[in-house]
């Protein structure tokens, strides 16, 4: 059985550049997401570079099922996953009481289940095997409350809090977890998110998503816990930690807004 990295998200960003660099270090993948024709594109371009093996799944993982949908396909062609990057995800910019409920939904279904329920249905094959490398990616957003983006800065609360607690069950199983937390990220998050006008992106100058990718990735092969890339960012957690919630809350908010 052929072992595979699997990249959800993996059409651009953080996502496209970990494929990358995984398949400069001769890892056979499995890319996943939403747009089958940028896949295909990426499918060609890295086989040709690398002479690596590319299997791509056209899936919106916000669509309740599309992950056992993936997991069987998955399971049906054979193919081992030891390594697995769980980047899909997105943000939404509004007010919760004025924000759009669907988009809100998928962003839940997204953030939160997808990458619960794909960890959770290719975790034991990892255990079994007695190694894997798993690597969820939070944000900085995941160490404080943020109003006008509540439930995306929750959902990474949930990221950063379930790799923490999943990570400590598999001491000793040979799979380690990390979780990436960046700042601000030159990737297709802002537009989505409709966050061009926000403070926070003029405040923090956008990294690109290569310099980020580059950094995780050497944490996640060293199997380190917390990958936080950025003196900024990295100092910016340390005094969310040490002040009161409720100012925390307060300056997220000033930062936030238009």
Known sequence: ?????????????????????????????????????????????????????????????????????????????????????????????????????????????????????????????????????????????????????????ASKSFVLSFSYAIANELKGTGVTVTVLCPGPTKTGFVDAAALGNSKLFKIMKPVPSATVARFAYKRFRKGRLLAVPGFMNKLMITSVRFSPRKMVTAVTRKIQEV
């Open 1 to 153: 059985m052929e072992t595979y990295s699997l990249i959800t998200g993996a059409s651009g960003g953080i996502g496209l550049d970990l494929a990358r660099l995984l398949a400069n270090d001769k890892n056979n993948l499995v890319l996943v997401a939403r747009n089958e024709k940028k896949l295909n594109e990426i499918k060609v371009l890295l086989e040709k570079e690398f002479g690596i093996d590319i299997k791509i799944y056209a899936y919106d993982l916000s669509v309740p099922d599309s992950t056992e949908k993936l997991f069987n396909e998955i399971t049906k062609e054979n193919i081992q996953i030891d390594k697995l990057i769980n980047n899909a995800g997105f943000g939404d910019f509004s007010a919760f009481a004025e924000c759009d409920w669907p988009k809100q939904e998928m962003m839940i279904n997204l953030n939160i289940l997808a990458l619960t329920k794909i960890t959770r249905l290719f975790l034991p094959a990892m255990i079994k095997s007695g190694s894997g490398r798993i690597l969820n990616v939070a944000s900085v957003a995941a160490f404080m409350p943020g109003p006008l983006m509540s439930v995306y800065y």
